[in-house]
């Protein structure tokens, strides 16, 4: 039971390139998250979805757009990277009877 | 703007020591306060959570205090061990959002 996995573990990107990040799970929930994690800055919640073909924006949703084409899949994509767009990002996923997220191991993501 | 408020930003405390980290909300709205520990290089894992219609949980060396009145809840750890050592992020969510505190670093010295 693989859980969240997320690919790549790190990335380093030029200003203006643009990259996705993917996010599968194999629980079948109906659930996903990308946040983004600052040093002290905690978890934002960048976009989210309650289920295939449905998203809707988080806290810090501008430079990103996502998409849920099925319910294992929640991409992330970053078209106009920017150097505050470094940090590391998780994705995470929860069944809707069920409370607690699980989360991925993140990718780490420089922007230069 | 901090939904959630999360003290100290660390801790370094004694093998078997208790440490306590606090966190606070405004929205009285929040129905679900869970805690999350964090290790190095990893994706948070839930620890541990409870609603706002008890004022205390116990999960083995793990309990959250809750004061519905103050808006404030906070997690103890008992016999606090090395392997205690992560970063703790409490959250508080309404309906499909979770918002988190900004993290406690926790180092428990052997």
């Known amino acids: 039971n693989a859980g969240v996995t997320q690919t790549p573990k790190f990335r380093i990107l030029k200003i203006g390139q643009s990259m996705t990040l993917q996010c599968t799970q194999d629980?079948?929930?109906?659930?996903m998250y990308w946040y983004r994690q600052d040093p002290g800055m905690g978890l934002k919640l960048i976009y989210y979805s309650v289920g295939a073909g449905i998203t809707d924006k988080g806290e810090v949703p501008n430079g990103y757009n996502v998409s849920r084409s099925t319910t294992e899949d929640f991409p992330l994509r970053l078209e106009l990277a920017a150097p505050s767009q470094t940090s590391v990002y998780f994705c995470?996923?929860?069944?809707?009877?069920?409370?607690?997220?699980?989360f991925g191991s993140g990718t780490r993501l420089t922007v230069v | 703007q901090q939904q959630v408020k999360q003290s100290p930003q660390s801790l370094i405390v004694q093998k078997g020591g208790i440490p306590i980290i606090n966190c606070a909300y405004e929205?009285?709205?929040?129905?679900?306060f869970p805690w999350y520990q964090q290790f190095p290089g990893k994706g948070p894992a839930l620890l541990i959570a409870i609603r706002p219609d008890v004022s205390e949980k116990k999960e083995g060396r793990f309990t959250i205090s809750f004061n519905k009145s103050a808006k404030q809840f906070s997690l103890h750890i008992m016999d606090s061990q090395p392997g205690d050592s992560a970063t703790y992020f409490c959250?508080?969510?309404?309906?499909?959002?979770?918002?988190f505190g900004t993290g406690t670093s926790l180092t428990v010295i052997p």
């Open positions: 995470a996923s929860r069944d809707r009877t069920l409370d607690g997220y699980t």
């Open positions: 959250a508080a969510s309404i309906g499909n959002q979770f918002y």
């Open positions: 929205n009285t709205a929040f129905d679900y």
């Open positions: 629980m079948n929930h109906n659930y």
